[in-house]
Nanobody, 116 residues
């Protein structure tokens, strides 16, 4: 069973950058596709980005494509989300998710707040 712990969120001004990351425990991490999802206040869970188990393919929601980059380090059981050109509408609780969508097992989340 994989356990996921997210960190690296924070508060930034519009146009700023953050790089939340997720540390996974469990021997099956390197075999698992992984994703990031987010939930803004009062809204449902939104899939943001995904990466294949071997890191060879990545996918992005239209709302973040060109601004966010997902990556992983299977040797250290970590997944990253580089977020650039942040906008106020990116404010949300960001989750690391096991699997290719937003509905899989996820951690407790890390808060990202974008405001002037």
């Amino acid at each position: 069973q994989v356990q996921l712990v997210e960190s690296g969120g924070g508060s930034v001004q519009p146009g700023g950058s953050l790089r939340p990351f997720c540390v996974a425990s469990g021997s099956t991490f390197s075999n698992a596709d992984m994703s990031w999802a987010r939930q803004a206040p009062g809204k449902g869970l939104e899939w943001v980005s995904g990466i294949f188990s071997d890191g060879r393919a990545t996918y992005y929601a239209a709302s973040v494509k060109g601004r966010f980059t997902i990556s992983r380090d299977n040797a250290n059981n970590m997944v990253y989300l580089q977020m650039n050109s942040l906008k106020p509408e990116d404010t949300a609780l960001y989750y690391c998710v096991k699997g290719s969508g937003a509905a899989g097992y996820r951690g407790q989340g890390t808060q990202v707040t974008v405001s002037p």
